[in-house]
Antibody, heavy 116, light 107 residues
Framework: EVQLVESGGGLVQPGGSLRLSCAAS????????MTWVRQAPGKGPEWVAN????????YYVDSVRGRLTISRDNAENSLYLQMNSLRAEDTAIYYC?????????WGQGTLVTVSS | DIQMTQSPSSLSASVGDRVTITCRAS??????LGWYQQKPGKAPKCLIS???SLQSGVPSRFSGSGFGTEFTLTISSLQPEDFATYYC?????????FGQGTKVEVK
């Protein structure tokens, strides 16, 4: 059974940093593109970034490029999102998902709140 | 970026009704589109891929159609468990973009 479990969310001040993790199990992690999607309170989902199975390609939405960095550790079956220079508009539930084209498997999400 | 315009933003319907939701892309995306259902407090669930291919386990009352710039999700006979918010997602180019959503509510 595919399982994706996010962690690392919390309350952070504007300008601060946070690192999200996603632990994957139930599939060959090193064979799949992985994606981060976020959803602000009361809003629709927003695709954030994805990363190729070997980490050699990464794509970002413009609003996070240069501040958020996606990475992975295939030996640890883990996906990461390093979040720097956080802004109030980054407040959202962050979901880890599996898939290059359409994310088919999703975690339960972790809440990031950026507020002073 | 490709803009996905979804309509309506909400609709009220009764059990048994036929429901149609539309998504329009700001440029042609072939059939690189999926439809998701989201219930409160849960992650989105993919119902349809490649514009019209039903995901495994999804009831046959759900169907999708379209190619290029206009796409449709149809629920042939609305069931109580179908009251939720629906989103389209294009994966033709980066960044991937979602529609704004359609909330299907009880009439």
């Amino acid at each position: 059974e595919v399982q994706l479990v996010e962690s690392g969310g919390g309350l952070v001040q504007p300008g601060g940093s946070l690192r999200l993790s996603c632990a994957a199990s139930g599939f060959i992690f090193s064979s799949h593109w992985m994606t981060w999607v976020r959803q602000a309170p009361g809003k629709g989902p927003e695709w954030v970034a994805n990363i190729k199975y070997d980490g050699s390609e990464k794509y970002y939405v413009d609003s996070v490029r240069g501040r958020l960095t996606i990475s992975r550790d295939n030996a640890e079956n883990s996906l990461y999102l390093q979040m720097n220079s956080l802004r109030a508009e980054d407040t959202a539930i962050y979901y880890c998902a599996r898939g290059l084209e359409l994310p088919l498997y999703w975690g339960q999400g972790t809440l990031v709140t950026v507020s002073s | 970026d490709i803009q996905m315009t979804q309509s309506p933003s909400s609709l009220s319907a009764s059990v048994g009704d036929r429901v149609t939701i539309t998504c329009r892309a700001s440029q042609g995306i072939r059939n690189d589109l999926g439809w998701y259902q989201q219930k409160p407090g849960k992650a989105p669930k993919c119902l349809i891929s490649a514009a019209s291919s039903l995901q495994s386990g999804v009831p046959s009352r759900f169907s999708g159609s379209g190619f290029g710039t206009e796409f449709t999700l149809t629920i042939s006979s609305l069931q109580p468990e179908d009251f939720a918010t629906y989103y389209c997602l294009q994966h033709n180019s980066y960044p991937r973009t979602f529609g704004q959503g359609t909330k299907v509510e009880v009439k």
